[in-house]
């Protein structure tokens, strides 16, 4: 991936110095991140998670305890990269979300933490993955998650990286244009807990595909993507599949059970905004198929 424009974004809060969070007893190891990103990638809603794990720490002061970065040189390189596809992001809505629906695009900031950090939802957590908090307009993202992107779920690469960032940011979108809310209101009135479900694939379907309309548009206008970029994306599209996941971590898939849609409904909606370019095309809760 490339950028003739390298520079950073300022909507950037770094806790990765501090407390942060909430204490965790025993802490976070490598091996419970693994566990907890796939149950995360089975679609458990953030608020559910994040507001369970305040309950479970309730009682327990915030420490801030600030201190100097120590990152090594391949997180440094993470966080530069997080901090161009932001900015390009930034360029990419300021303009496209004006012209495809007349509705301004506001800015979201992005908060890079370590272990647990407090939301406006919550408490946040490295397990629980990257996420977008609608009460603070902030995304939320432990870089570990990029390590074990590439380690178990054998999706390298900084375009993989970027989808991650774009995905969420696509969150913020829906957000913005008021999709989030009327999702919510209707998963309360659904009558089962599988017609929620299907409704959150929904949602998390139009977030790949607006990602990929931020694709197309950044290589139109920047020339962003190289050879093997797209390729990348799709691995990391795929891998993240509920499917895949349920298959790897339990041996079955239960599509009732999905909530951010399988490996091949996932590419194929990045690849139709890549394609497109046109918010309009992402209208999944439309879709007769997915």
């Not at 950090?117 to 946040?124: K, V």
Request: charged share 20%.
């Amino acid at each position: 991936m490339r950028f003739d424009d390298d520079s950073e974004s300022s909507n950037i809060e770094d806790r990765r110095g501090s407390g942060g969070g909430l204490p965790i007893s025993g802490g976070i190891g490598v091996g419970t991140v693994v566990l907890a990103l796939a149950a995360w990638y089975f679609g458990i809603d953030p608020s559910i998670v994040i507001n369970g794990s305040r309950m479970l720490q309730d009682g327990q002061a915030l420490q801030q305890a600030a201190g100097p970065v120590q990152e090594s040189a391949e997180e440094k390189q993470s966080v530069h990269l997080v901090k161009v596809v932001l900015r390009d992001l930034e360029k990419t809505w300021a303009e496209q979300l004006p012209a495809q629906t007349g509705k301004p695009y506001v800015n979201p900031r992005l908060v890079l933490f370590r272990g647990a950090t407090r939301t406006a939802c919550g408490t946040g957590q490295t397990a629980m993955g990257p996420f977008y908090c609608p009460a603070d307009q902030k995304v939320y993202i432990d870089l570990a998650f990029y390590d074990e992107m590439k380690r178990r779920f054998h999706a390298p690469g900084d375009f993989a990286q970027a989808y991650v960032i774009a995905h969420e940011v696509g969150h913020h979108l829906q957000n913005l244009l008021g999709i989030s809310d009327r999702v919510h209101q209707a998963q309360q009135r659904a009558s089962s807990k599988a017609q929620a479900n299907a409704l959150s694939v929904r949602l998390e379907l139009q977030a790949d595909c607006f990602a990929g309309v931020w694709a197309h548009h950044a290589n139109k206008e920047r020339h962003m993507l190289e050879a093997g970029d797209v390729e990348e994306a799709m691995r990391a599209a795929t891998a993240i599949g509920d499917d895949a996941l349920q298959q790897a971590a339990q041996g079955r898939v239960v599509p009732d059970s999905f909530t951010h849609g399988s490996s091949a409904q996932r590419t194929r909606w990045l690849q139709r905004g890549l394609q497109s370019g046109e918010l309009g095309q992402c209208n999944t809760f439309k879709a007769e198929q997915l």
